[in-house]
DNA sequence: TTGAAAGCGGTACCAC
DNA sequence: GTGGTACCGCTTTCAA
């Protein structure tokens, strides 16, 4: 073990290039590119493919991506953008559609990697850091900034495919859309049709996740438009048990008979503060959440909870790599969530 | 609005380059680069920097990160490498962490991307995909596989800093090392400490997490060898709700009087288990989990938790920095956390 | 104050 | 079957 000297050879040495697996090998440039390529077929005799071989192995050569891409006028990139600010906040389901998709997309040719898009910049300077990148494609997830212009840029820089995943897209975008105002209004119906009509609706104090609190906000009212002597109340909550404290105190006060707490993890929060305040679910208050994780079932009483399908990795993939192949597709709307409520306690007598 | 047209115009013209720009402004190339860079000062005139940033303004310029990267020898790319399968398992801790981390590390000039590592490759081969980006820094993140072989190919192709996050580093790699043991350990301490002598630790099924289970684990088994008549049992659980009734059975049947459930998700699924199969908390069984979120705070009994620090990801974009600045410092030990047990209900009385 | 040109690492056409 | 070489976009020395 001599790990300083390693170090020093590291930091003198340069890496290994083509040309010096070449030189290695005794041949040419060329030949090397067909043969670690698998373009050697026909072109290159076994017994050279087999040197050039042995030499790259024994100089531990790796390929540049960068030097590759800029000869080839295309990455192999995919770029998933999230906001950084709000990626706590997107919990298991999202991390796990994510794992899966990087893996799908490598089965593709590609790289995916996750990018934390800063909330302190524009949406055009936004573009701009990713189209320094030379993505093959963009995959804007929940409310990662993306206008017209931002995906102007980056088709201008020869990004392949632009995606929104979440909110709808921007014009020029493709979309994979999760309806925010279905979700709302199937909560709201499933509480109407059980005889509520006092509703709140929670609405995350965090910053960040308006995309999805207003429409589903919005869908809650929509659904109790049509309920004659219905209302809706939008009650801000931010996730420690103070504010839900103060929250649990006004459902009291107003005599709300039920909540929409906009996701599992804001009714848990909402549903201990309102049994610490005495007030009973779902006696008193009528309570339901959204994505129905494993939480819902755990919470006593047990949380009814909406669900909306995410699209399948594999085929948000396949999707990827049919656009960069033929970027000339119109943009539209290829997935569009459809939401399913899993009724359960909290919400029912 | 003409999207396929824009579409079409898109694919066509390729995407305009710093040549491109200067034939616009009128000027050479390397006048254009200059301006750019901000390395004008006493070079170019007023009037000619003005021309220049409008012509790459009109033109939609983004320079080439690739092509920058290629001729300066080196990247502004910082890999944070996570295993794939596992990254639904690290909660909004680690969530949180990366949002910060990537926010940090643009503020000193790097760009950091989330890259998830497939399971079904090897090390080496694992190593070399990174190494294609010709990353400036790779941290390797609880548990990406790192061996002395992989961080030599890192090293080899130009990585200037690589870094092990959570376990302990590999030779050659620098490291950033949470005490899992110490986790287990001060769990179990407390557990003993409180007159409980028949210790569970559940050990969790979901592949992935086993660099931290087993040390935990071992930990605990440690911490109840000097005293005299105490016992600790693993107990492999699966995050479902069967897999916890029958680790709630198992408990019971066993007569065990405290678990240490490997951390707060866990302890909740069991939490709920026990209860439902009527076993008191903490009468019975006194329950500890680890990370200390939310959560413990809303489960009722109250959860005690132990909470290891994670480093701030400032000082790790600080360290990455400096590290990449002078890649010669002898690999060691950086952070090493600290647990600390905050006390509950769930395990007093 | 500006421009010409070399070259970073790889690819692929064309000639031998 | 193999090698020479132009070129991808950008930076940077060296001359003008």
Known sequence: MNDRADNVRAQNAPAPTSAAVARHAGVSRATV???LNGQ????????TQAKVKKAAQELGYVPHAAARSLRSGSSALVLIAVP???????????????????TAL?????????????????PEDTARAWAELRPAAVLAAFGAPLTAASVGILRRSGTRAVLSFGPPPAPGAHGITMDQEEIGAVAAAHLLAGGRRRLGVVVPREHGLEPFSGPRLAG??????????ASVTALPLAHTEESAAQVAARVRESGLDAVFAYNDEYAMLLMRALQDAGVGIPGDVALVG?????????????????????????????LVDRLISDPSVTPGERFRSAAHIEVRESSTG
């Open 33 to 35: 590119s067909y043969v």
């Open 40 to 47: 050697a077929a026909g072109k290159v005799s076994a017994a």
């Open 84 to 102: 950084a600010d709000r990626v706590p906040a997107f919990g298991p389901l999202f991390s796990a559609f994510v794992a899966r998709f990087q």
């Open 106 to 122: 490598e089965r593709h040719g590609y790289t995916g990697v996750l990018h934390g898009a800063r909330a302190d910049r524009s």
């Open 220 to 229: 809650a009212e929509a659904a109790a438009r049509v309920f004659p002597g």
């Open 290 to 318: 959204a994505d129905d994780l494993l939480l819902a079932r755990l919470l006593r009483p047990r949380l009814t909870s909406v669900r909306t399908r995410l699209p399948e990795p594999e085929e948000v993939a396949a």
